[in-house]
């Protein structure tokens, strides 16, 4: 299953739902869409990834990143840098094990917001990225609550479906297991 990747239309659909995801969660936390260019993230799919980016059990995970500038011999500036690695392998299962009801467009917008929203969690400190695993376990369902929030103006009909996968109802294994 490791071998599937997103073809030339589905990258383009992807790049397309990050972009409209930016746009819907700078409006939920009311800040400019240009205020993204101060979260260092980038987005790669599975063809990218390096081999501990690589996650079984998940659409997509955030894995961060120190980056350290030598200004001086005896001065540096470091920052956190964070990359969504998305797993098109799981994703695309999940699409053709929902037999066309799960559409790949409004599932990628999902997980778009859904990642977006951790960046700036972990960015802004309102969450450890190094917390233990129970309270991980928390932060996830309150990324999800969220999520749900910033998708609610969205009109399309095949997001309902995924809304009602990430409700409180399903788990996400549900999608895919």
Do not use: W
Not at 10 to 36: C, I, P, T, W
Not at 65 to 93: A, G, M, T
């Amino acid at each position: 299953m490791r071998d599937r990747f997103f073809n030339p239309s589905q990258m383009s659909l992807m790049k397309a739902a990050f972009d409209h995801a930016e746009q819907l969660v700078a409006n939920y936390y009311r800040f400019g869409r240009r205020a993204f260019q101060a979260y260092r993230y980038d987005i790669r799919t599975l063809a990218e990834l390096e081999t501990h980016e690589i996650q079984d059990g998940a659409f997509a995970h955030l894995c961060r990143y120190r980056y350290e500038k030598k200004r001086f011999p005896d001065v540096s500036r470091s920052f956190h840098f964070y990359r969504v690695c998305l797993q098109d392998n799981r994703i695309l299962d999940a699409v053709e094990r929902a037999n066309s009801f799960i559409k790949f467009a409004p599932l990628m917008l999902y997980i778009a917001a859904h990642e977006l929203v951790h960046v700036i969690r972990f960015d802004e400190g309102l969450f450890d990225f190094e917390a233990p695993q129970e309270e991980k376990i928390r932060e996830e369902e309150i990324v999800h609550s969220i999520t749900r929030q910033i998708m609610q103006p969205v009109v399309h009909h095949d997001l309902g479906l995924v809304l009602d996968c990430f409700s409180s109802q399903y788990q996400i294994g549900d999608l895919y297991n």
